[in-house]
């Protein structure tokens, strides 16, 4: 992914994993009875905000962010209230102008998600995680059990469509060693760097943003590959998460949101992404990655629009 800020990444989106972390903790699991069930979330894409563009000033840059999702996205709103004391988010945005702005919001909302959800006091690495999903909903302390190295899905990737991030995630030797966590916390940060984007599209004139439905799809893709392999090569482990009724819930969320939004924003599909997310998207709704998600989460998805449901 393209970071435009110095902090490295492992620093910037995985430092709070090697905290010294509470012990698991069952409080805050949600019900894990989602279906039937529809993703969707307050949005209003086109909410007028010239007059918060018109007073743009770069000392004002967070009030700025939060002033427009308030309008647009109110989950960017709360995670922007939220991070407001972090120390890193400042770096993660450009601040010369209100499209500056608005360009570096897939970045900074992906990795202020991370420093959310990857906080000691929600995350565990490799034993529980929590994920940020809008103002109103938050999956917190999901056991995970540890796992295997995501580079094991390698295998079951051949051909090149994201082959730019499978460098980066799979075969790079600290990355590609990540386990269940680093699939679900990439897959999340993504989650709210997309809508980041979507909701402040028009205002994007460069390429800061220009792999955010990328981001989203192939993701997805890592998820189903991986649970494919678990249950193929790890049977223990599989068994062991397919009996946590609340991961089961947060892979069947994370799914359907990715769904809606990438309906969302299909509209800016030629800004926000590359020609190759149709074809990876495709990939993701093949028979024998969609019945990984059936058979793990215990939920028919929708193969037609709209995507966002389970029956």
Sequence with gaps: MRRKYSIPLV????????????????????SGSLAPY???????????????????????????????????????????????????????????????????????????THMWDLD???????????????????????????GF??????????????????????????????LLQGVI????????????????AEYIQGVGASNSRDIVATNIRYLQLYLRVAKTKHADYWAK????PALRE?????????AYWLDQSADYAGKLGSADVDKIVAKNYAPENIAIIEEFTGAKVNLTAPRNCST
């Design 185 to 200: 916390a990439e897959l999340n940060a993504g989650l709210m760097g997309l809508p980041a984007a979507t909701v402040v």
């Design 241 to 244: 998460i397919k009996a946590q």
């Design 11 to 30: 620093t910037a989106c995985l430092a709070l994993s090697l905290a010294q972390f509470p012990t698991a903790s069952a409080s805050g699991l949600p």
């Design 38 to 112: 529809c993703y969707q979330e307050p949005v209003q894409p086109k909410a007028d905000v010239s007059d918060i563009k018109a007073a743009f000033q770069s000392s004002k840059w967070l009030s700025t962010i939060q002033s427009v999702y308030k309008r647009r996205w109110p989950s960017g709103e709360g995670l922007a209230i939220a991070q407001a004391n972090d120390q890193y988010f400042s770096q993660f945005v450009e601040k010369s102008s209100f499209n500056a702005l608005a360009e570096s919001l897939m970045v900074a909302i992906h990795e202020e």
């Design 250 to 258: 947060l892979i069947l969320v994370e799914f359907l949101r990715a």
């Design 120 to 146: 000691p006091s929600r995350t565990s690495w490799n034993v529980y995680t929590s994920s940020w999903v809008n103002a109103s909903q938050k999956l917190m302390k999901v056991p995970l059990y540890g």
């Design 149 to 178: 190295p995501r580079r094991e899905i390698l295998p079951l990737i051949t051909d090149s469509l994201t082959r730019s991030m499978d460098d980066i995630y799979l075969r790079d030797s600290q990355q590609g060693s990540y």
